[in-house]
């Protein structure tokens, strides 16, 4: 594949990441409401309870996710 | 023998949560629905944002970069208040509004443990609840497989296909209000959920 042809073939890309990103949230959010009018244990309360059983972990991901949003968004220009 | 007493659940915040759900699938409809229509009826242009002369994606849009980091930090914050409020109507008056660990009042009794599930039903519900979130952290974590292997393949064969970098930083280049927007929904779901208070009263973590 040429270069110009990867180009091309980014406009399928610039639309699967958001839509992953997106169905990904709405799904989580969907789950969440489901399981509290249900009265079950929610995600985010499972998460919260891994959180607090494993901190250095928690350390890991958020500097993970802060690592990705840096390496994103703030590349110095050449 | 009887079973013990369960809270009963306020109406209004039933109606609260049926009327949540079903905007909640009724947006995801109209978002399905956006997308399969714009995908076919109006498809993205062959370059759907400005390149360099390497045909590399421009790596700054419209918002200054800082921005994003101080939208990312602000939204965590702000998710992690949402999380666990200290007063005020989504706060101890109304516990059961709150996803994640209630905080008892300061002097209020010690909240009682949840009665353990008695019927054949509750105590399938609890299973079905571990079953949905070990399938929800299976799934996450395939995803982020395959978009690993996605990215190293794309930066193994010099930029080609364009890694998920590149496609975050093009949608950033053409899109940069939606990108911060976005950026911004996930730092504040992930700070609700990370930067959690203990019983303590202090937040973050303990290593």
């Known amino acids: 594949m040429t270069k110009v042809k990867a180009v091309a073939a980014a406009k399928y890309g610039v639309v699967i990441v958001p839509a992953v990103v997106w169905f990904m949230l709405f799904g989580v959010s969907l789950a969440d409401a489901v399981f509290t009018y249900q009265r079950w244990r929610p995600i985010g309360q499972h998460i919260v309870d891994w ?28 | 023998m009887s079973s013990p007493p369960s809270t009963p659940r306020p109406a209004e915040a039933t109606l609260r949560l049926k009327w949540l759900i079903l905007a909640a699938a009724l947006f995801g409809l109209l978002t ?24 590399e ?8 970069p800082l921005i994003f980091i101080f939208v990312a930090i602000a939204a965590a914050v702000a998710g992690r208040l949402f999380n666990n409020p200290s007063s005020g109507p989504i706060g101890g008056r109304k516990p059961h509004l709150i996803v994640g660990s209630p905080k008892s009042e300061p002097g209020a009794a010690p909240p009682a443990k949840p009665p ?40 193994g064969h010099n930029n080609d296909p364009w890694p998920i970098t590149f496609l975050v930083r093009c949608i950033n280049n053409s899109a940069s209000i939606q990108t911060v927007i976005v950026t911004g929904i996930v730092s504040f779901v992930i700070g609700s959920w990370l930067l959690f208070r203990d019983d303590k009263g202090k937040s973050g973590g303990r290593g």
């Open chain 2, 57 to 64: 994606p421009f790596s700054r849009g419209l918002v200054h």
């Open chain 2, 32 to 55: 399905v629905g956006t997308l399969v229509v714009g995908f076919f009826v109006f498809p993205p242009p062959a370059t759907p944002c400005s390149v360099t002369v390497y045909n």
């Open chain 1, 51 to 78: 959180t607090r059983n494993y901190p250095i972990w928690l350390f890991l991901v958020a500097g993970l996710f802060g690592a990705m949003v840096g390496h994103f968004f703030t590349k110095p220009p050449p």
């Open chain 2, 116 to 155: 353990a599930p008695t019927s054949r039903l509750a105590q399938v519900a609890d299973v079905l609840s571990a079953v949905w979130v070990q399938f929800s952290i299976w799934l996450f974590l395939l995803i982020a497989v395959i978009g690993l292997v996605y990215e190293t393949w794309g930066v």
